[in-house]
């Protein structure tokens, strides 16, 4: 399909976790809105179409800049949503046809960014196998923990088991392995760093740090708790779009603050130094 185009690819960001809750669509919005305004053209695919947060993210974003003076920037958007078929292998034909279909639709742009669903399926493991790069949203606790690994202590030694959706991660890596592709670039951001419990925030570092060696992945700080990200949904905003005229919101230091954990998270996933080559 879209692979036989050599002349041109799109870097492909899958945002994924097996977690409800984590801020996947949230960063998958900031994500998005940073490629616009840096000029790119960017295509966004919802696998979690039934669910659809990011879809009516982007439904109160058109409709937000329809009634408003503000030129905020848009995506090409699809929504896949899983087959209904009857019978196994029908189902997961019609998935594969269904993401293939719209991803040749979004082919000619320069990204295309998966938003997938909180649970394990055909059509999420289809979507990670096209990742360039994986982004892993991961809330700060030990609950969370276990999306990545169950930790235990047996005998004062530290036993750590790899979770279903990290064995899933290196399945994916194999197949690319065994394709000859590039092999996924795995990114572990830390949502809601506390700025109290300083000893579960040092204790989650130890334990990630850990991790990171074990399933060859990179850490990233993400986003704090912050009300901001709420409210900007129902306009379908990001933090990136507050300089623009005509979106109401007055930026406070709360927004200076949530913005610039924003642009770290940017900086520190690296898209900057991998962006397609633009026609001049």
Known sequence: MTEQNAQHRPKIVVIGNEKGGSGKSTTTMHLVVSLLKEG???????????????SRYLENRSNF?????????????????RSQAKTTEESETEDR???EKAMTELWKLDFIVFDTPGSDNYLSRLGHSYADILVTPLNDSFLDMDMLAKVEVQNDELKLTPSTYSQMVWEQRQ???????KPIDWVVMRNRLSHIDAKNKRDMGVLLEHLAKRLQFRLASGFGERVIFRELFPKGLTLLDLDEKGTGVTMSMSHVAARQEVRSLLSAIGLDKELPQRDA
Do not use: F, W
């Open 97 to 99: 046809e269904n993401l």
């Open 65 to 81: 800049a329809e009634k408003s003076d503000s030129l905020i920037p848009m995506p090409e958007h699809r929504r896949v949503y």
């Open 40 to 54: 790119y053209s960017v295509g966004t695919i919802d696998l979690d179409a039934r669910q659809g947060t990011l």
């Open 175 to 181: 197949q690319r392995a065994v394709q000859r592709k």
